[in-house]
């Protein structure tokens, strides 16, 4: 099991990717320093931030954390497998949902009629809603886009 992770307001674009491909993830953001650590240390959470300082004083507090230097999320996501031996879950099955990490589950075509564009109901295959937040995705360029993300991910954390 991969630890439970909190993420600073930095790293907004890690969140999303990481929920993406089926890691869970807190999102703090408008947080005091002093807060973050509160919560990382009551919610037994490990920080992963882009902040030196931030990570410095975690250490000396005994808090779980990993400094990502800002790079490719492709980057921090390999640095984040190999410092915790993550095995990521097989791509599209796994996937959390990227605006609040609701768990995602397909849905058929019929069950959509009249909820999106009936163009894009036509033209797209797969379909997925949030569990959480009820958003709908569909499979289209943006999927193939994270595809290839995830294989470079998993290239660069072997
Ligand atoms: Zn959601």
């Known amino acids: ?37 509160a919560i990382a ?7 992963l931030t882009s902040d030196e300082e931030l990570a410095l004083r975690c250490k000396k507090r005994k808090i779980p954390s990993l400094y990502l230097p800002q790079e490719s999320v492709e980057r921090q996501l390999s640095l984040i497998i190999r410092s915790f031996g ?4 097989k791509f599209s099955s796994g996937t959390l949902c990227p605006a609040c990490g609701g768990k995602l589950l397909k849905v058929r075509k019929a069950h959509l009629i009249g909820k999106i564009y009936p163009a894009v109901l036509a033209r797209r295959r797969l379909f997925w809603r949030c569990g959480k937040c009820r958003h709908i995705y569909w499979s289209g360029t943006h999927y193939i886009r994270l595809r290839k993300a995830y294989n470079k991910v998993l290239k660069l954390s072997s």
């Open 41 to 47: 240390k009551i919610g037994n959470f490990t920080l």
């Open 1 to 37: 099991m991969p630890p439970r992770f909190l993420a600073d307001e930095m790293l907004a674009k890690l969140v999303r990717f990481m929920r993406v491909m089926g890691l869970p993830v807190r999102h703090l953001e408008g947080k005091s320093d002093s807060s973050i650590l």
């Open 86 to 89: 993550i095995r990521l879950p």
